[in-house]
């Protein structure tokens, strides 16, 4: 079983459209979360983090279920903009690596 | 702030030729990480570095893989012999140390190995 696990998509959706991503991660000690952003042919930047309150940033809004381990990401009144791959990151802290997950690809039509 | 540095950012070689990937950290950043990128395979963890020393290499492929940080400020990737199976987008990224704190990746090298 993967560490951290999303569904690949594609999710095709149209200007305007709310949709949502979710991701599971299978190391209960994990501390830290994040959504990170993938254009084309780019490197992935960081999105937001994921609080255990939840937390929303304008349009996007991310949720963690501690209990589920289990983290979402929801984009309304999608943009052109918005098409790109979505990457769940998880973190356990110590010394360890943050675990990047193979990512959601989200497109958006017109 | 530069950002994270790669270089170069294309390299197209010949199997079996020697290739040497350069990565530049963000200043003050202690943690840096080279990772590989492909359709089939998604983003992959080859190495990382804490205060310059190797961590984890598990996920470099073979011993055909090295990598070495002599300094805060340079940490390179080397590929001899190259395959055309090495051919790949590999990226470098550094963060400061704790979970909490962003990582931060540079444009990567996009590099062909016919």
């Known amino acids: 079983r993967k560490e951290v696990e999303q569904d690949p998509g594609p999710f095709n959706v149209p200007e305007g459209a709310t949709v949502a991503f979710n991701c599971t991660y299978s190391?209960?000690?994990?501390?830290?979360f994040f959504w990170y952003r993938q254009d084309c042919r780019k490197e992935p930047k960081l999105l937001m983090s994921?609080?255990?309150s939840g937390n929303e940033d304008g349009r996007f809004t991310a949720q963690l279920n501690r209990a589920s381990q289990y983290i979402s990401l929801l984009i309304r009144d999608s943009k052109l903009s918005d098409s790109a791959t979505y990457l769940c990151?998880?973190?356990?802290?110590?010394?360890?690596?943050?675990?990047f997950g193979s990512g959601t690809r989200l497109q958006v039509q017109p | 702030d530069a950002g994270v540095i790669q270089s170069p950012r294309h390299e197209v070689t010949e199997m079996g030729q020697e290739v040497t990937l350069r990565c530049k950290p963000i200043?003050?950043?202690?943690?840096l990480f080279w990772y590989r990128q492909t359709m089939m395979r998604g983003l992959e963890l080859l190495i990382y570095?804490?205060?310059?020393?190797?961590?984890?290499d598990s996920g470099m492929p073979e011993d055909r893989f090295s990598a070495k940080m002599p300094n805060a400020s340079f940490s390179t990737l080397k590929i001899q012999p190259s395959e055309p199976r090495d051919s790949a987008v590999y990226f470098c990224?550094?963060?400061?140390?704790?979970?909490?704190?962003?990582?931060?990746f540079g444009p990567g090298t996009r590099l062909t190995v016919l």
């Open positions: 990224a550094s963060r400061i140390a704790g979970p909490y704190n962003e990582q931060f």
């Open positions: 190391n209960s000690a994990s501390q830290s």
């Open positions: 994921v609080y255990s």
């Open positions: 990151v998880v973190g356990v802290g110590g010394r360890r690596a943050l675990t």
């Open positions: 200043s003050g950043h202690d943690y």
């Open positions: 570095f804490n205060n310059n020393v190797p961590i984890d």
